[in-house]
Antibody
Framework: DVQLMESGGGLVQPGGSLRLSCAASGFTFSSHAMSWARQAAGKGLEWVSATSGSGGRTYYADSLKGRFTISRDNSKSTLYLQMDSLRAEDTAIYYC???????????????WGQGTLVTVSS | EIVLTQSPGTLSLSPGERATLSCRASQTISSTYLAWYQQKPGQAPRLLIYGTSSRATGIPDRFSGSGSGTDFTLTISRLEPEDFAIYYCQHYSGSPKTFGQGTKVEIK
């Protein structure tokens, strides 16, 4: 079975940093692009970032303005999201998502983790 | 950036009734890259439909998708108690991969 397990969420002060991890199992990790999506409390879904199966291509939501960095370690079947200069509006549940493609450009989201909560507050 | 607008915001129906959810794109999109997701309270979203009309693995055939151009529809032929949830459409080609704001299907 495909499993995606996020970790690394928590409480951080505005301007701080946090690194999320997503441990994947049950499939050939390097064959799939991966994304992060987020959802603020009571709000809709927002795509954050994607990376190709090799990690060589990355894509970001314009609203992040270079504050977040997605990466992956295929030897560990793990996806990461480095979040810097965090703001209150970044408070959300962050989901690790498997895409159906390998390139990262055109796959839908066929498996989702349960999410990890990031709270940005002083 | 493509904007997806879902309507109605909330749909109040009874079990057994038919649900029709709309997703309108701000410009013409390829039907290859339109998906629908279901989200229940406290759970992660689940893929229902991809490529406008293809059901994901394990999705019952009471769920169907249609549309082209800028107008897309998710239909639930006969609502079961477990279908009351929030539904999101998504355009997943390119960047950003945008979601609609969601339609809540609630029990009348």
């Amino acid at each position: 079975d495909v499993q995606l397990m996020e970790s690394g969420g928590g409480l951080v002060q505005p301007g701080g940093s946090l690194r999320l991890s997503c441990a994947a199992s049950g499939f050939t990790f390097s064959s799939h692009a991966m994304s992060w999506a987020r959802q603020a409390a009571g709000k809709g879904l927002e795509w954050v970032s994607a990376t190709s199966g090799s990690g060589g291509r990355t894509y970001y939501a314009d609203s992040l303005k270079g504050r977040f960095t997605i990466s992956r370690d295929n030897s560990k079947s793990t996806l990461y999201l480095q979040m810097d200069s965090l703001r209150a509006e970044d408070t959300a549940i962050y989901y690790c998502v498997r895409q159906t493609d390998s390139g990262g450009y055109s796959g839908c989201f066929d498996y989702w983790g349960q999410g990890t909560l990031v709270t940005v507050s002083s | 950036e493509i904007v997806l607008t879902q309507s109605p915001g909330t749909l109040s129906l009874s079990p057994g009734e038919r649900a029709t959810l709309s997703c309108r794109a701000s410009q013409t999109i390829s039907s290859t890259y339109l998906a629908w997701y279901q989200q229940k309270p406290g759970q992660a979203p689940r893929l229902l439909i991809y490529g406008t009309s293809s059901r994901a693995t394990g999705i019952p055939d009471r769920f169907s998708g249609s549309g082209s151009g800028t107008d897309f529809t998710l239909t639930i032929s006969r609502l079961e108690p477990e279908d009351f949830a929030i539904y999101y459409c998504q355009h997943y080609s390119g960047s950003p991969k945008t979601f609609g704001q969601g339609t809540k299907v609630e029990i009348k």
